[in-house]
């Protein structure tokens, strides 16, 4: 190639460069104009929430009067379970404590519905250590919660029922024992023998001990003497008790005891421990 050729060359990349360059410089300006100008198109932000609308907000007011119903009631459970006392959701009636907009038997079926939905304590002895949930405002710690944030649902894993021929009762489990509710219980449905038979084979098999007939005179009974002989007089003759009897310490006190659980040796012997000789070295 002759050196004229290769000038003319060069020249050409060098002006191709220059147009390429400028082409460039006038892209990028001109980008740079249409940023500047145009307004940028606006990006919704995914973490705000969007507005409820007005159903929403009812449905969650709804929700908020029905907890704080619900609250309400569990408290005077816990409560009344604390001073040694059955609740029956009849009393709920008397109080008020259904939301506006809700009878009281609405507010009593949807209580009965939300215990079978949740998990909740049984009617028996409690096994292992059982505490009561806090009242919802203890829980909040004293937070007040806007009306259109909803509030935590309750727990009721300390709630038992139980179902007798007049009511149904509830107590708390953590804080009144199966023993005395079953007592509460027996007596409120005016059951009497099955309240004696009842209280006789429980601590002849718990403790193992039988009943002195004074045991009978204290809370939930309030019993006198003479009531409780009746009362065994009336168990002994029903076949269905065969088990239960009577026995005596030497100084006459009476006592009884479930030969399911207790010998008779045992329940003298017993008897007789708790009767004369505790009383002589306490």
Known sequence: MTDTAEVG????????????????TLLAAASGVEAAGAPSPQ???ACDPEEPTPEELAEIHAHNAW?????????????????????TMARWRKRSVAPEGMSAQEFEQKFAA?????????????????????????????????????LPEPSVVDIALMQGKKATYLYS?????????????????????????????????TYPRPVGIDSFMNPPYLW???????????????????????????????????DMYLSEAQARSLAEWYGVEQQRNP
């Open 224 to 258: 006198a003497p003479s009531r409780t002989r009746e009362v065994y007089q009336k168990t002994i003759a029903t076949s269905s008790f065969k088990d239960i009897h009577e026995t005596h310490a030497s100084n006459g006190r009476t006592y009884y005891y479930s």
């Open 114 to 150: 939300y215990l079978d939905e949740h998990e909740h304590a049984e009617a028996k002895p409690v096994m292992g250590r059982l505490a009561a949930p806090k009242p919802l405002a203890v829980e909040l710690e004293g937070r007040e919660v806007p009306e259109d944030e909803p």
């Open 173 to 205: 489990a953590a804080l009144l024992s199966h023993s005395f509710a079953k007592a509460l219980y027996h007596t409120a449905e005016d059951n009497d023998v099955a309240t004696f038979v009842d209280v006789v084979r429980t601590e002849s098999s």
């Open 67 to 87: 907890v704080r119903a619900l609250d309400a009631a569990l408290t005077d459970i816990r409560q009344r379970s604390y001073e040694g006392k059955l609740t």
């Open 43 to 45: 990006v919704p932000d």
């Open 9 to 24: 060359l060069a020249a050409l990349s060098d002006a191709a460069a220059v147009s390429t360059g400028s082409e460039g």
